[in-house]
């Protein structure tokens, strides 16, 4: 079984509105990029600490985490570890405060939940589940900082809360069930109280449109949820939904300029357009690159190249065996080559530095047919840096 559900909890949000969206992002590779790779750090040291709080085995998973030699890299900072903590501190404060109303209260952590009885195949992780005298909550961590998600009427939330109940409803009397998001970079602690008839009530009104998101029918409705959908780079109804952008000014009322109205309303669309086009270019740079896709009127070209000094200590000891004052070439550190051009001489530099500043091949980029560099050559660059 793969680790993620079609119909997930996470792109619930596009696959309600939008039903044929589900199908058509699995015909694209998820390329996660850093900020997924941050939150899936964050959620896992904060399940490693959750469980050290509760008295379970110290994981040696922790130090290692913290030194970034997993696969995550290093993206452990005491910022990080400060936002963990806290949401470790207030499943710890939301646990107690149960136990004190029902000393038979449970707090359950990184639970498979499954929603399948609503949704076709449905499942996901919740990263915390409390229960205690008739009200479950569903605690979700989120880490991300640029987009603040909302609690009420949350369709992530409520999918996991009907998994939980599926699982649990059996075994405990539960009347109301809380939702509760912390997101200590963006809104903190926000939260969703409904009763179990809502919920469930709530979980009949999808299904047909589960079923239908299943199998790919319904239409394609363009929106803000379109924004991490891995499909809109290539999807028609989005492209045609911001090109109608231009359209909606070819009229004939001032044919020479926009007014104040047209502005002001461009203003408000150019921010979803902007980020619509360069999902689409960074998805044909890829396609360009990783998979040699040919787009008509582009072409793979050399990237601008950034010159280095490769070895800064070797650099010092020339500079200084050239004459030049360590207070002269140094601050915290060797100065850019940029500066040291204007302190030496750009051509004495480089006689100077000619064995340390090295220019690497820029990175390939797409760019249109009438662009006078060259088309990008990776078997002469891969040649090129083969020593003699």
Request: aromatic fraction near 8%; include cysteine.
């Amino acid at each position: 079984m793969s680790a993620h559900a079609l119909l997930g909890g996470s792109n619930a949000h596009r696959w309600l509105v939008c039903t044929p969206s589900a199908q058509l992002e699995a015909k694209f590779p998820d390329r996660s990029g850093e900020s997924a790779k941050e939150g899936t750090f964050a959620h896992e040291l904060a399940d490693l600490y959750l469980s050290r709080r509760q008295g379970l085995p110290v994981n040696p998973r922790i130090s290692r985490l913290k030194a970034g030699t997993t696969e995550y890299g290093d993206f452990y900072s005491l910022d990080m570890e400060e936002n963990v903590e806290a949401y470790v501190d207030l499943l710890d404060a939301k646990y107690q405060q149960a136990l004190k109303a029902d000393k038979n209260a449970i707090l359950l952590h990184e639970e498979k939940l499954d929603f399948s009885s609503w949704v076709p195949y449905g499942f996901g992780r919740g990263d915390a589940i409390i229960i205690a005298d008739g009200v479950m909550e569903v605690i979700d961590f989120k880490y991300g900082a640029t987009v603040s998600v909302a609690a009420k009427n949350n369709p992530q939330m409520r999918l996991y809360a009907l998994g939980a109940y599926s699982t649990y409803g059996w075994l405990y009397d539960i009347d109301c069930v809380q939702m509760t998001i912390f997101q200590p970079r963006n809104g903190g602690e926000k939260s969703e109280t409904i009763t179990t008839k809502e919920l469930l009530s709530w979980g009949e009104t999808i299904k047909p449109i589960a079923t239908q998101a299943y199998k790919g029918e319904g239409e394609l409705s363009p929106g803000d949820h379109c924004r991490f959908c891995r499909a809109s780079p290539r999807c028609r109804a989005l492209k045609e939904h911001n090109l109608q952008l231009a359209a909606d000014y070819d009229v004939d009322a001032d044919p020479k300029l926009l007014s104040d109205k047209e502005v002001a309303d461009v203003l408000s669309r150019i921010e979803t357009l902007t980020a619509w086009a360069n999902r689409v270019k960074a998805y044909a740079q890829e396609e360009a690159v990783d998979n040699g896709r040919v787009f008509p009127g582009y072409k793979l070209v050399a990237g601008r190249s950034v010159r280095r000094i490769e070895d800064a200590v070797k650099a010092e000891a020339l500079l200084e065996e050239a004459g030049y004052k360590k207070a002269d070439i140094l601050k915290t550190e060797l100065l850019t080559i940029s500066k040291l051009e204007k302190l030496v001489g750009k051509k004495k530099l480089a006689k100077l530095l000619d064995d340390v500043i090295v220019k690497p091949p820029g990175k390939p980029a797409l760019v249109p047919d009438r662009d006078p560099r060259p088309v990008f050559n990776s078997a002469a660059n891969d040649f090129d840096v083969i020593p003699d």
